[in-house]
Nanobody, 123 residues
Framework: QVQLVESGGGLVQAGGSLRLSCAAS????????MGWFRQGPGKAREFVAT????????VYADSVKGRFTISRDNAKNTVYLQMNSLKPEDTAVYYC????????????????WGQGTQVTVSS
């Protein structure tokens, strides 16, 4: 059983930056692909970014490409999401997820989820 705990959310002005962290415990972090998803108010959960077990490959949603960067530190059992040039439409609860697949943009492919961290971008 893998436990995931996100941190780093908060309130930021448009154009600002935040770095989200997701600490994993209770499993073999390095064996899991990791993903970030978000759910805005009144919206469905959507894919943000994913990274392979090794960290060598990443995939991003078009809406965040060039602004967000996903990375991982397997020695620290932590995955990060660096978010730059934030926009009001990035406002959402951000969730990290762990999965046994190589990597996926589909939330049903992930096995474990964190509780989420709120990101609010003011205009």
């Amino acid at each position: 059983q893998v436990q995931l705990v996100e941190s780093g959310g908060g309130l930021v002005q448009a154009g600002g930056s935040l770095r989200l962290s997701c600490a994993a415990s209770g499993g073999t972090f390095s064996s899991s692909a990791m993903g970030w998803f978000r759910q805005g108010p009144g919206k469905a959960r959507e894919f943000v970014a994913t990274i392979t077990r090794s960290g060598r490959s990443t995939v991003y949603a078009d809406s965040v490409k060039g602004r967000f960067t996903i990375s991982r530190d397997n020695a620290k059992n932590t995955v990060y999401l660096q978010m730059n040039s934030l926009k009001p439409e990035d406002t959402a609860v951000y969730y990290c997820a762990a999965g046994v697949k190589s990597y996926s943009t589909l939330w049903p492919d992930y096995d474990y989820w964190g509780q989420g961290t709120q990101v609010t971008v003011s205009s």
